[in-house]
């Protein structure tokens, strides 16, 4: 059992919003995740690039002035993932079973694929003083969570480590190397400031992600709180849409939450910030295509890790041609749905005994169209 003192300092966190700062380690400077360094760093840009494909250019404000696809309207492809009501993919669904809809309307289907690849995966972590102060239940928590869900990455893996608190700080770029991932991981330690921006680090890192190849998601485990972020959570929902990158989040501090709320511990302030930071967290990874998880014990965290890689490892890639080739650098909605192809109805899956299987379909909401080439 935890020491009572270290619950109470939690509990104090939770109550009062406040933490008083430390000095933190001093942090070294990055340009961002992927992104060559200045020219006048002394350094080649070449020699900084991660072995991964990306076509990244630094862009000079947070806040998207375009759309998140670059070329014509002429294909888009959705990554799907269909989960029974464990969180466990379901395979080998025949591509005639998969319908898509834009704006309500069906699209033919011109591509389909299935398989397991390797992720690129950045993990993006809230670091503050706010609910992370040091040997904090908070503070063992996060780094339990950072921990685990690196240990469970594959040789092939890619992964970078940011951390942030008033702003993002890259740890590690992306990298196969695991050495550098665990000196990456030793610098959570101490935190520096009590300012959380959620929204600002979100977006940031979302957008320096958005033209790099192949499987990718950002795991977010955080409180879900934002205290001072430049953005409103509307613009970071925006932009959030637009760069088209999985967010599977993990919040922090459930069971706290409850215990300091059960005991009086909480006001009614407090207890709406918390409900309001779940469902922005929710809210971000529903529509980026990705899930949500709140758990309230250690022993879940296993089965999170799980689906997460399930819902990236193992994917159907579905592409067509969109029946609205408009420029008009609206937003389209996306739906997916597994029908019977003779009658329209929705699929029955069955398990192996024959039982009826809920399910439900992980996809990104949509994307927003180009507009006219000025």
Request: include cysteine; proline fraction near 6%.
């Amino acid at each position: 059992m935890k020491n009572f003192w270290l619950v109470s300092s939690v509990l104090v966190t939770v109550t009062l919003g406040l933490a008083v700062a430390q000095q933190g380690p001093t942090k070294e400077s990055s340009d961002t995740v992927a992104k060559p360094r200045k020219k006048d760093s002394g350094a080649p840009a070449e020699a900084e690039l991660p072995k991964i494909p990306s076509k990244l250019n630094k862009r000079e404000s947070s806040i998207p002035e375009g759309p998140s696809f670059k070329s014509d309207v002429t294909n888009v492809t959705v990554d799907v993932a269909v989960l029974d009501n464990k969180g466990h993919f379901i395979p080998n669904i025949p591509r005639g079973n998969f319908r898509v809809l834009e704006d309500n309307v069906p699209q033919p289907v011109t591509n389909f694929n299935i398989g397991e690849a390797p992720m690129t995966v950045c993990l993006l972590i809230e670091f503050s003083n706010l609910f992370q102060s040091y040997y904090t239940e908070g503070w063992y928590q996060t780094l339990s969570a950072a921990y685990g869900f690196v240990e469970t990455l594959k040789k092939d893996d890619y992964v970078a480590v940011i951390a942030y608190d008033m702003r993002p700080e890259i740890l590690s770029d992306f990298t196969t190397d695991r050495r550098k991932t665990q000196e990456a991981m030793q610098r959570l330690r101490i935190a520096a400031f009590s300012e959380s921006n959620l929204y600002d680090a979100l977006v940031e890192t979302a957008e320096r992600m958005t033209d790099i190849e192949g499987r990718k998601a950002i795991v977010l485990i955080a409180s879900g709180r934002d205290t001072f972020s430049k953005l409103t959570f509307d613009k970071a929902r925006k932009a959030i849409q637009n760069a088209g990158v999985p967010i599977y989040a993990i919040g922090m501090l459930q069971a706290l939450r409850e215990y300091a709320d059960a005991r009086g511990g909480m006001g009614p302030i407090a207890r709406l910030d918390f409900l309001q930071a779940d469902n922005q967290m929710k809210t971000f990874a529903t529509e980026s295509g990705g899930a949500s998880f709140f758990p309230r014990f250690y022993g879940e965290f296993p089965n999170i890790f799980r689906n997460v890689q399930d819902g990236l490892r193992n994917q159907y890639s579905i592409g067509y041609s969109p029946s609205n080739q408009a420029r008009d650098g609206k937003y389209r909605r996306i739906k997916v749905e597994l029908v019977n192809p003779a009658t329209g109805d929705p699929l029955r899956i069955v398990d192996e005994k024959g039982k009826p299987m809920k399910y439900r379909i992980v996809a990104k909401a949509g994307y927003t169209a180009p507009r006219p080439v000025e």
